[in-house]
């Protein structure tokens, strides 16, 4: 059995973006923790969104289909 080591936040910021730098370089390292991030659509908003474009039948057929 292994036992996993807490790494305090600034540690493991420090030595995360060290391999970053060492393995990527300053410029790309900088583009990479700059990439936009998507924006995370509320669970329910995002459920209805998706119910909207369903079609019921079509659903029922996929989810039942081998229920016979």
């Known amino acids: ?4 080591k807490d790494i305090k936040d600034k540690e493991l910021i420090e030595k995360g973006t060290k391999i970053l730098f060492k393995e990527l370089g300053y ?15 509320e669970s329910v908003k995002r459920h209805r969104k998706w119910q909207k474009g369903l ?4 659903f029922f057929n996929e989810v039942f289909r081998n229920q016979n």
């Not at 059995?1 to 996993?4: D, F, K, Q, V, Y």
């Not at 079609?55 to 079509?58: H, P, Q, W």
Request: hydrophobic residues 35%; without cysteine.
């Open 55 to 58: 079609d019921k039948e079509t």
């Open 1 to 4: 059995m292994t036992t996993l």
């Open 27 to 41: 410029a790309d390292t900088i583009r990479f923790l700059t990439i936009p991030r998507d924006i995370r659509e």
